[in-house]
């Protein structure tokens, strides 16, 4: 709940770099956009850093790239004929047999990488971008999902013509939306409408392309084709042995070589036709730069970004004060990482209205929520355990697909709809069926069960790390209900919810502020099994109480 002053009014402040106090509240509305989770390790690791370095850190990749997914899934009498449990099967030939088993590994691996990402954005840019080229591994399969989502990860903060080439000749997206179907003979629009209306284009007022320009667009990328071929990590290593990946390959005798004239929307630019197999990317990528030629396209990805990590509404002040400068900062190379750290530097960021504003994700929401209370998850030498701890995630009876999320998986080639679907956009994470899910998953993960992994594993709120994390601001309820909101929202609540907190929970409906403070020092002089149950007992109630409140859906 709010406190009683006047609710904000919608932003007008443009991307002028940020001039304000850039303190506490400021850091953790930053890191909560971009990371899955506070943790108050990643506040402590930016505490003594400006805004200019936090974001220049954030919009750093990690250095090294996750081990490949493993086979988490074969047991004593079911065991995958070409793949022993515990190893990678991402270079593996196609097995249908094992291929739900598969994108399952995949999935939990996904959310894996999300858990343990590093003090950057990368792992919500790679969510981003699964959203904006959707594509569904249910339609395709765990091998080339797998190569799609290296590719998503390897250009997720680099150069956006670079990537819209890459997916249009991704094997995966190939696949998905039929191009490798796509000969002279029998053009497939499939991709041509796609790549303008939900890649580049959109479908605002400004996007003028026409159904022949989706026609054009599909006669040039005739002749491309998907293949399984042999490849090598290390390509000087003559004992490697030789490894698998899907390919994308053109056939000049199934692709239309004549010339393709397109709309006026593209300056009625004519892109010749290729009569020869030596450089048969060359009309995709002149393609590729005509469509990020028009004014439009820099503008929706600008757009699409903004409603990801800022707010949903763009009105016409927005539209002229933030989206226009940023798609300019965006058309100079077209790089990903200008246009990011020019918003999150920048006054409209940081404008009061703007935070607390969104409503999160149920990945976001899921992976925020294990990470901030310092879940322990298995680890990689018990690693069946560990991929079904980050499976929990995903596909709990309550988890990501039940809430409206399914990674890997999204409905259809839009993505989401709560990032497209006008008026509601976000709010479609909350209905009637979800909000009880996400409820029920705290109800669990904030009980002393968790969520059984078995062989007596679990996954579940460390509530005794979470509050000890506060040092002797733990012994003061005060204190203590205090840190914790600044933990886990971003609204101000008022001084009568902060009184209820701690009088009637974290007291038990006692008077005095020493029934908590006694029970805390007994259970760190004394951390014995009865007075740490006597802190968890209430540290739970805390803690689950304000998990299941509105405020702590908003990011």
């Known amino acids: 709940m709010r406190s009683e002053e006047a609710l904000p009014t919608m932003p007008l402040l443009g991307i002028a770099p940020y001039t304000g106090s850039f303190g506490r509240n400021e850091l953790i509305h930053l890191l909560k956009r971009t990371l899955f989770g506070v943790k108050k390790d990643d506040i402590d690791a930016f505490s003594d850093k400006t805004l200019a370095q936090v974001v220049s850190t954030l919009l750093t990749p990690p250095t090294t790239e996750p081990t490949p997914p493993i086979n988490n899934y074969g047991t004593a009498a079911n065991t995958d004929d070409r793949i022993a449990p515990g190893t990678v099967w991402a270079y593996d030939t196609e097995n249908g047999t094992y291929n739900g088993a598969r994108i399952n590994s995949l999935r939990a691996w996904w959310i894996g990488n999300m858990v343990n990402q ?223 750290s020019a918003l999150f530097n920048s006054q409209h960021f940081f404008d009061m209205a703007n935070r607390d504003a969104l409503i999160k994700s149920p990945i976001d929401h899921l992976v925020g929520m294990v990470r901030e209370f310092n879940t322990v998850f298995p680890t990689s030498t018990d690693y069946v355990q560990q991929y079904g701890s980050w499976y929990q995630l995903v596909a709990n009876g309550n988890g990501a697909d039940q809430q409206g999320q399914a990674l890997a998986n999204p409905p259809n080639v839009a993505g989401w709809p709560a990032y497209y679907q006008e008026p509601t956009f976000h709010e479609f994470w909350i209905n009637t069926d979800t909000l009880p899910k996400r409820l029920r998953f705290a109800d669990q993960f904030f009980t002393a069960t968790g969520y059984n992994l078995g062989n007596n594993k679990k996954i579940y709120a460390d509530v005794l790390t979470f509050t000890d994390q506060f040092g002797q601001d733990a012994y ?75 405020e702590y859906q908003l990011s």
């Open 118 to 340: 590093t003090q950057s954005i990368h792992e919500k840019m790679v969510l981003f971008w699964h959203n904006h080229f959707a594509t569904r591994a249910l339609d395709t399969s765990a091998l080339y999902m797998y190569n799609h989502v290296v590719m998503l990860r390897r250009n997720a903060l680099g150069n956006f013509k670079t990537f819209v080439k890459e997916v249009t000749l991704d094997p995966n997206m190939l696949r998905y939306l039929n191009g490798y179907k796509n000969v002279k003979t029998a053009p497939d629009e499939n991709y041509g409408r796609e790549v303008q209306e939900l890649f580049t284009q959109g479908k605002g007022p400004n996007s003028l392309y026409t159904e022949t320009d989706v026609k054009t667009a599909a006669k040039l990328l005739t002749g491309w084709n998907v293949r399984q071929a042999t490849f090598k990590l290390d390509p000087n290593d003559a004992t490697e042995v030789p490894k698998n990946r899907w390919e994308s390959y053109f056939t000049l005798a199934n692709h239309d070589i004549t010339d393709k004239t397109f709309s006026a929307h593209y300056n009625n630019t004519v892109i010749k036709g290729t009569s020869t197999a030596a450089a048969p990317d060359t009309e995709v990528i002149t393609f590729v730069n005509m469509l990020l030629a028009t004014d439009e396209s820099s503008k929706y990805i600008v757009r699409r970004l903004y409603r990801f990590f800022v707010y949903y509404v763009i009105d016409a002040t927005i539209e002229t004060e933030v989206i226009a400068p940023l798609a300019a900062i965006f058309r100079q190379n077209y790089d990903i990482k200008p246009v990011l």
């Open 476 to 550: 003061d309820p005060n204190l203590l209900v205090t840190r914790a909101l600044e933990m886990m929202y971003r609204i101000p609540v008022s001084d009568t919810f902060k009184a209820y907190l701690k009088t009637t929970i974290l007291l038990n409906g006692q008077a005095s502020d020493h029934y908590w403070t006694d029970a805390w020092t007994a259970y760190k002089t004394t951390p014995s099994a009865v007075n740490a149950n006597i802190v968890v007992t209430r540290l739970t109630k805390l803690y689950k109480f304000l998990a299941d409140r509105p």
